[in-house]
């Protein structure tokens, strides 16, 4: 499987970076390495002095897609879950400087930790979500305020990916990104449910 996510899906994210509103989805892709299961702790790596939290709604995929319509989209996932994209933002300031890609900042070993998942049927259209860190809400995200919905990403993608059964999909994450240092305990949730809470080490 592979783990496709999009960048700058959220405006007040991409300006708070400094980016501009992109007028097509921006995708990048982790490793299946990447992922983290079952609330295990994250730790920091060495590499980087400013490991940043995004936390984003994920879908996984439950059927084939290639070349998909907009209006089909919705055909090819059926649950939906919270996921870390672990970004080390220093390293990726720097690759953006140069022009070159950003994997190495955000497709490291651990950089995606995943919770459970939820069937789409069981929630509203528009999905609230946020992070805490220690105990403080730190993210507050709608996926009303997506600049791209889940169908136009699925069917922006599967242009240039075939999606397969049991792909991941990080739909990007809205603002308030910041630092994670050891000691942190990261909790995110999907409407008013805890779905995975983990620490930082
Ligand atoms: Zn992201």
Redesign the pocket.
């Known amino acids: 499987m592979k783990i496709l996510?999009i960048?700058r899906n959220y405006v007040k994210h991409a300006k708070e970076l400094g980016n501009e509103v992109p007028k097509v989805p921006v995708f990048f892709m982790k490793p299946d390495s990447a992922l983290l299961h079952k609330n295990q702790a994250f730790y920091i790596p060495d590499f980087s002095n400013n490991l940043q939290y995004?936390a984003?709604i994920v879908l996984k995929i439950c059927r084939p897609a290639k070349h998909i319509e907009a209006k089909f989209a919705h055909r090819c996932y059926n649950e939906i879950g919270i996921g870390i994209?672990f970004?080390a933002r220093d390293v990726q300031k720097l690759q953006k400087e140069k022009g070159l890609p950003w994997e190495i900042a955000k497709a490291f070993d651990n950089s995606a930790p995943l919770s459970k998942f939820l069937q789409k049927t069981d929630l509203p259209k528009h999905i609230s979500f946020s992070l805490q860190k220690n105990g403080a809400t730190v993210q507050q995200g709608n996926t009303a305020d997506m600049l791209f919905s889940f169908d136009e990403i699925i069917a922006y993608l599967s242009q240039f990916v075939t999606l397969k059964i049991g792909d991941l999909i990080?739909t990007?994450?809205p603002a308030g990104v910041g630092q994670v240092n050891p000691g942190d305990r990261l909790t995110a949730y999907i409407e008013e449910q805890e779905m995975m809470n983990f620490q930082i080490k």
Do not use: A, K, P
Request: aromatic letters at 12%.
């Open positions: 996510c960048g995004e984003e994209d970004t990080f990007g994450t």
